[in-house]
T-cell receptor, first 106, second 116 residues
């Protein structure tokens, strides 16, 4: 599977600010997954998007899948220190993006 | 959700030696996966381990270097053979989570390996 490109690589935000990470592919994706890895921890599955234009929410997290199924985004509203970690988008089969490392300054 | 344990959790090894990492799952799973995560990097799939058949290796990984066993539906081992400092990484096993959807995964806590 082709690796998806993630931007930005790093993001530092003040607590309470919003945060967005983007995932882009040159080819159409069948689905895309998002994982979070806390510092020193292992990746934890967040969500899977399958349908074109799909939007899913988990509390302050909003996940979108583009209409052309070539891009996806994860948006966090009003970040908290518990949001610190690296967010990976994952193309199938099992190809992790490089991740976006989020740090939140209290 | 599956509970996954890995042994050892960390190790420091001398170059030229081999280390076998164990992955135990609390339920029977069809597919188990082994990943490598080099410091500050993303995860790279090493191989897929299916019970009753040989592991399927990804490009750049070979059985002689990373032999894998899958004796039953709850257990797998990954051996890192003839280690060099470049093998210093976190090695993670994962299993497919069918409730989460196709190819979604639960990860073990990882084995942190330092090769001197």
């Amino acid at each position: 599977g082709q690796q998806v490109m993630q931007i930005p690589q790093y993001q530092h935000v003040q607590e309470g600010e919003d945060f967005t990470t983007y995932c882009n592919s040159s080819t159409t994706l069948s689905n895309i997954q998002w994982y979070k890895q806390r510092p020193g921890g292992h990746p934890v599955f967040l969500i899977q998007l399958v349908k074109s234009g799909e939007v899913k929410k988990q509390k302050r997290l909003t996940f979108q899948f583009g209409e052309a199924k070539k891009n996806s985004s994860l948006h966090i509203t009003a970040t908290q220190t518990t949001d610190v970690g690296t967010y990976f988008c994952v193309n199938t089969p099992l190809v992790f993006g490089k991740g976006t490392r989020l740090s939140v300054i209290a | 959700s599956a509970v996954i344990s890995q042994k050892p959790s960390r190790d420091i090894c001398q170059r030229g030696t081999s280390l076998t990492i164990q992955c135990q799952v609390d339920s029977q799973v069809t597919m188990m996966f082994w990943y490598r995560q080099q410091p500050g990097q993303s995860l790279t799939l090493i191989a897929t381990a299916n019970q009753g058949s040989e592991a399927t290796y990804e490009s750049g990984f070979v059985i002689d270097k990373f032999p894998i066993s899958r004796p039953n539906l709850t257990f797998s081992t990954l051996t890192v053979s003839n280690m060099s400092p470049e093998d210093s990484s976190i090695y993670l096993c994962s299993v497919e989570d069918l409730l989460g959807g196709p190819k979604t995964q639960y990860f073990g806590p990882g084995t942190r390996l330092l090769v001197l």
